[in-house]
């Protein structure tokens, strides 16, 4: 493990590499020993960096057995070789080099290079992984072509995969095979992939719009095979939208996806070599929510998509990761708009923007989309990085409109096919395609933190005008951005009023700190509704009353506002009433939000889907942004309080609407379907917030019928947070149940993990304590910690308990996970975040477990800089 104090890598200090590399030719030989890798790179200096200067290679955890310089064996004077660098002074402008290491995938805990996963060896590259595996470059800029040949044991791994295209194979002596493969493409090393592993291929074609025939092929453990057929179905949908939306057509020979079941992210876009978590492909009604099947859509759109943005073009340096990360979760976003409710789909957005994104802007961990300086990159695979960084490309069509967007989306694969480029290229292909200045919208690239934005109106009956001022407040000492606000001005009728040229919405681009517009001929006072579909990633303080809240939440031609609306007044309801309660006395909630919530549920033709989401309340994460200092049991049973409030004034159409919905249809997976799943469930869950245990019994009913996933995890979640002990009783019942059933399933047991640890039942952190000895449970695995420690973590009310007990429990596992895989002990490291929004006796415990962490010998960079930036 790396001990030395981390020093910090800054934007200003970019160079070009000493030494371009155009061919990578690598043997991987796999043994029980150890596994040789023998790379040999043709190299030549780079005519763009400074004459003169040394080769640096990256390397880590390499055991180097030879190096190899121009077929001449250097002795060990010949280079320098130190920790994680191997240095070649003196070099010819051109020269091949051959290294040879030995590396051991089986002690690869961290899982990022080559390791061993149940079923073979994987690998992992993004972002310094490569150098895990041989002595290299490891940086995006230097992009090269490879071949790769790899050899192992037939019957254990008897699919040897890379990227490209297969070119020869054959046997070996002693039950062993070879496969070469040769990628066509220049790529950077972080794209880089090799699989040896004993799998069930699941094959398919696609046919691109020019007539290339795609070999497609799903790769999963045996006995899986029946549960790829989603993901397959999502890759060749995604294929057909790329083609269509923007134009672009796959270009490879064989699209290959590899599931596996420890990998610390979602899924890795390698070229022609996608690397999955088993999360993000596995499906089957029986064992796969609803969620999970729209998340497996999203994650193959996103790596897919990747293939054009992020591998075709790909970053200059690890600072311009948006360039990559934001473009292509708005890629795939779109993709979301053009298959379901465009409007249910922007909401789900907007609501884990808010409950991920501003929390982390509002932190330590705060970064602009591009940021300057980081410590150790894989902590910032950021919610700031993708998520603001696709709002950011998002404004950027909002400015220019669909066409344009597009126009310059042609012009950035036009100029930069082929090449490693800067945030400054992709916006320069954007101004350039449609004669637009950009220069005041760099701000989003370059700051740090949420903007807010005030709006005040005025109405002059006499002139029949309505002057609307704007002001951003940019964070503390931060410069103006430029912003696109939409807005449309809702009537006293409810009706939009035209705002020129029968126009109902127009984008305002506000870019100083404050502007007036003025709109003409507007009858009566207007409900400005501002921000439509969430047009600016900003903190609206827009002082709306109650009743004008309740009037956009009914009227609004917008329904991103209308449901938006509804958050608001949910917001001030939760927030006062947490007032009060901490005044020791009882909230009280208006009948006007009760009202406002029957007709959202009763609406007769509304998108189930949408209801669904109107009736969600914003989370407790979210809730806490909004006040000065978070007081965790308050602010839990502020919105319990609520969600129990509206229960009882809507049982009946509550009841009925489940009634409605539970009608025994066969199960299908079309978004109609989804939607009115999603409902009745939101429904069981309102009605288990009362103390009628037929509602218990209704939840287990549908728990012990259901056909699938999505009704039957969604009972057990009822049933598991339920209040009334009779239903809770029936949740130990159901819990039982549930693990007899799916105890060999490994990714619905992480469902079963998680649903203890989110509970809202006091005695969460003691059951969690004991599921971390459960056989179900597995501290080597990336995803049972996420789903039983980092939920946890995520558990609003009990990670903040007063006692500090959760805070210690996180603090526990941080230290120690993070000897055996840094990555993921630094991403629990970030429920930490938020400490300093709570009470000093909460502070005083976080802080005290925070110190403990940083008290640890050997901590690795990554928990250092996250848990060093929390305390500073
Ligand atoms: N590029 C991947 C994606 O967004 C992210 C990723 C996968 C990753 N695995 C990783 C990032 C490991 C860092 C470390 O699709
Ligand atoms: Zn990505």
Redesign the pocket.
């Known amino acids: 493990m790396r001990t030395e104090t981390p020093t910090p890598i800054y934007l200003k200090d970019y160079t070009p590499p000493p030494f371009l590399v155009d061919t990578v030719t690598m043997d991987v030989d796999i043994r029980p020993e150890g596994t040789l890798v023998t790379t040999t790179q043709t190299c030549r200096r780079n005519p763009a960096a400074a004459p003169g200067l040394p080769l640096v290679l990256d390397g880590e955890d390499l055991e180097t057995l030879a190096v190899v310089l121009d077929g001449r064996l250097l002795a060990q004077q010949d280079y320098q070789l130190d920790g994680e660098s191997l240095t070649l002074s003196g070099l010819p402008d051109q020269f091949t080099l051959e290294t040879r290491v030995r590396i051991q995938p089986d002690q690869n805990t961290q899982?990022?290079g080559f390791y061993r996963s149940k079923n073979g060896y994987f690998t992992?590259c993004?972002?310094q992984?490569f150098r895990r595996i041989t002595w290299f470059q490891d940086r995006p800029d230097v992009m090269a072509r490879y071949t790769v040949t790899l050899h192992g044991d037939k019957a254990t791994y008897p699919e040897l995969l890379a990227n490209g295209n297969p070119v020869t194979r054959g046997e070996e002596d002693g039950g062993r095979h070879f496969a070469t493969w040769e990628d066509p493409f220049k790529k950077p090393s972080?794209l880089f992939a090799m699989v040896a592993a004993h799998l069930e291929v699941l094959r398919d074609r696609y046919t691109t719009a020019s007539g290339r025939e795609v070999q497609l092929a799903v790769f999963v453990e045996p006995g899986k095979l029946d549960q790829c057929d989603h993901a397959m179905a999502a890759l060749k949908k995604a294929m057909a939208w790329d083609e269509e939306r923007f134009g672009l057509e796959c270009d490879l020979d064989h699209y290959m996806i590899v599931a596996v079941g420890d990998?610390?992210?979602?899924?890795?876009?390698n070229k022609g070599l996608n690397?999955f978590n088993t999360k993000y492909v596995l499906a089957r009604p029986d064992v796969a929510t609803d969620g999970d099947f729209e998340n497996i859509d999203r994650?193959v759109t996103?790596?897919y998509c990747?293939n054009w943005t992020?591998d075709r073009v790909t970053c200059r340096d690890w600072f311009q990761l948006t360039l990559?990360?934001g473009l292509?979760?708005f890629r795939d976003q779109e993709f979301g708009f053009d298959r379901h409710n465009p409007t249910v789909a922007r909401i789900r957005e907007v609501r884990g923007l808010r409950a991920a994104q501003y929390p982390e802007d509002a932190g330590p961990m705060a970064h602009p989309i591009r940021p300057r300086v980081y410590e150790e990159?894989?902590n910032f695979?950021t919610a700031t990085v993708?998520e603001k960084g696709a709002e950011v490309i998002r404004m950027i069509q909002t400015l220019v409109g669909r066409d344009g967007f597009r126009k310059g989306l042609d012009l950035y694969f036009q100029r930069h096919d082929g090449q490693a480029v800067t945030c400054e290229d992709f916006v320069a292909a954007m101004a350039d395609a449609n004669g637009y200045d950009f220069a005041p919208f760099m701000t989003w690239y370059h700051q740090a933190g949420t903007p807010r934005l005030q709006a005040r109106g005025q109405y002059d009956g006499a002139a029949q005008r309505y002057t609307l001022t704007l002001r951003q407040l940019p964070p503390e000492g931060g410069q103006p951005y430029l912003m696109p606000v939409a807005l449309g001005l809702v009537g006293p009728d409810g009706q939009d009023m035209d705002l020129g040229g029968g126009a109902t919405t127009r984008v305002l681009e506000l870019s100083a700190l404050e502007q007036s517009f003025v709109f003409e001929a507007i009858p009566a006072a207007p409900v400005p509704s501002l921000l439509r579909n969430f047009s600016a990633p900003v903190i609206l303080e827009a002082e709306y009353s109650d009743a004008q809240l309740t009037h956009l939440l009914a009227h609004d031609s917008d329904p991103f506002n209308r449901w938006e609306a509804g958050q608001r007044l949910y917001g001030h309801l939760i927030l006062d009433a947490i007032r009060h309660i901490t005044q020791g006395v009882a909230p009280q909630w208006p009948e006007s939000v009760a009202a406002a919530a029957r007709a959202v549920l009763t609406a007769p033709d509304a998108d189930p889907a949408f209801i669904t989401e109107a009736l969600t309340l914003p989370t407790e994460a979210t809730l806490a942004e909004a006040m000065g200092q978070v007081q965790p049991e308050a602010l839990h049973a502020a919105r319990n309080g609520l969600r129990r409030f509206l229960a009882e004034n809507l049982e009946s159409e509550l009841l009925a609407r489940y009634r409605a919905l539970h009608d025994g249809k066969a199960y299908t997976i079309d978004s109609p379907a989804m939607a009115r799943r999603a409902l009745k469930n939101c429904c069981l869950a309102y009605l288990n917030e009362l103390d009628d245990p037929r509602y218990g019994e209704l939840a287990k009913a549908q728990f012990d019928g259901a056909d699938n996933m999505t009704d039957q995890f969604a009972a057990l979640a009822v049933l598991v947070n339920a209040l009334a002990p009779a239903a809770r009783a029936l949740g130990e019942t159901a819990l039982a149940q549930f693990r007899e059933r799916w105890k060999d399933e490994a990714l619905v047991m992480d469902k079963w993990l998680s649903v203890q640890a989110t509970s809202r039942q006091p005695d969460v952190l003691e059951r969690v304590r004991a599921l971390t000895a459960h056989p179900a449970f597995d501290a080597a695995n990336p995803n049972k910690i996420y789903a039983l420690i980092r939920s946890f973590g995520a558990n609003h009310r009990h990670f903040h308990a007063a006692d500090g007990s959760g805070y210690r429990f996180i603090a526990a596992w941080i230290c120690r996970l993070d000897p055996k895989n840094p990555?993921v002990a630094s991403r629990l490291a970030r429920c930490f975040d938020r400490w300093k929004k709570f009470d000093p006796a909460h502070q005083a415990h976080a802080q005290a477990a925070l110190r403990d962490i940083l008290t640890q010998a050997g901590l690795s960079a990554d928990v250092r800089e996250v848990v060093g930036k929390a305390l500073q």
Do not use: P
Not at 263 to 269: D, I, L, R, V, Y
């Open positions: 899982l990022s992992q993004e972002a992984g972080y990998f610390n992210m979602g899924a890795m876009e690397i994650v996103h790596e990747h992020g990559k990360e292509t979760v990159i894989n695979y993708y990555q």
